[in-house]
């Protein structure tokens, strides 16, 4: 590589890390994004920009605006590059991986399902099976990185309907790759691992990955005592849902990508 690449790859790499050093959350707009000042040299942002690791979103009139969106690309490199510069990252992101679910990991899933859920609210094991098998890239599994353990997910499936049924909790087959809402089914953290920030990392994370998906909302029902959680996190309450799972009533809840 030449000396002049070579530096040129060392400018936008720090300048991206710098971009995910100073983020910080987008509380007028949605606030599970995070955005960074683009303070920086211009070249290096559009290069960013153009591999997808920054979003430079453009205004109405086509000009710029003074901040970009960090993409999950760009986050992930970003972690990269600190790492090897020996720089903390965020705590949560050194303890934790956050991917997708794996098919040998069901059970495992299933397990944490039956802790955090009553037997009438949980998800079977054949039902989480089905579900995995259907819908593996609509999990969203945070994996401890010390034991190697499953620490929480999200889960949910994709549908153009509008609002929640019990059928999305038992019949994977309601899945629909290209639907535009997701409806969530679990969240779920290990009693262990709670009053961390986990819930609400998986919630911010999973609501970013699926806006880079171009889905247009995301739709849950939780009891009444979830609602102040939910609203914490951006969600907004529809209230009663016509879902009666586990013969009790649920809040349908959304929040708009
Ligand atoms: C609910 C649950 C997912 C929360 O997980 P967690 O990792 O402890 O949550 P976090 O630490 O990310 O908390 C985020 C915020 O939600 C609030 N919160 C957490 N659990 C809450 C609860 N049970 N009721 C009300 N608010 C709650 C926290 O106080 C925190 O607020 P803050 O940001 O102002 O401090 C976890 O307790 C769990 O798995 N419970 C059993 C399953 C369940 O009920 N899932 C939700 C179904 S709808």
């Known amino acids: 590589m030449s000396e002049k690449k070579k530096i040129q790859e060392a400018i936008d790499d720090l300048t991206l ?7 910080f959350q987008d509380r007028e707009g949605s606030q599970f994004n995070e955005i960074a000042w683009k303070g920086y040299d211009f070249d290096a942002l559009e290069r960013l920009d153009a591999a997808e690791l920054i979003m430079d979103l453009k205004n109405r009139r086509g000009g710029s605006y ?31 991986e956050f991917r997708t679910i794996k098919p040998e990991e069901a059970d495992e899933a299933a397990d944490i399902e039956q802790a955090c859920f009553p037997a009438n609210e949980a998800c079977t094991r054949e039902n989480m099976k089905d579900r995995i098998q259907a819908a593996a890239d609509l999990f969203l599994v945070a994996m401890d990185r010390k034991t190697g353990k499953m620490a929480g997910f999200l889960n ?6 509008n609002s929640f049924r019990d ?4 019949d994977a087959a309601t ?53 102040a959680m939910y609203n914490k996190f951006g969600f907004r309450d529809l209230g009663q849902s016509v879902s009666q799972w586990g013969g009790v009533s649920w809040h349908e809840m959304e929040i708009m990508l």
């Open 17 to 23: 890390a710098l971009l995910y050093l100073t983020r």
């Open 66 to 96: 003074k901040y970009a969106y960090m993409t999950e690309k760009g986050r992930n490199k970003a972690r990269e590059i600190l790492g090897e510069l020996n720089i903390e990252d965020q705590e949560l992101y050194e303890r934790f």
């Open 156 to 161: 949910g499936i994709a549908t153009n309907e």
């Open 167 to 170: 059928e999305f909790f038992t």
């Open 175 to 227: 899945h629909d790759p290209q639907g535009r809402n997701i409806m969530l089914l679990g969240l779920d953290v290990l009693p262990e691992y709670r009053e961390q920030g986990l819930a609400k990392e998986l919630v911010y994370c999973y609501c970013r990955r699926e806006q880079e998906r171009s889905r247009n909302r995301l739709v849950l029902t939780c009891h009444e005592e979830k609602v």
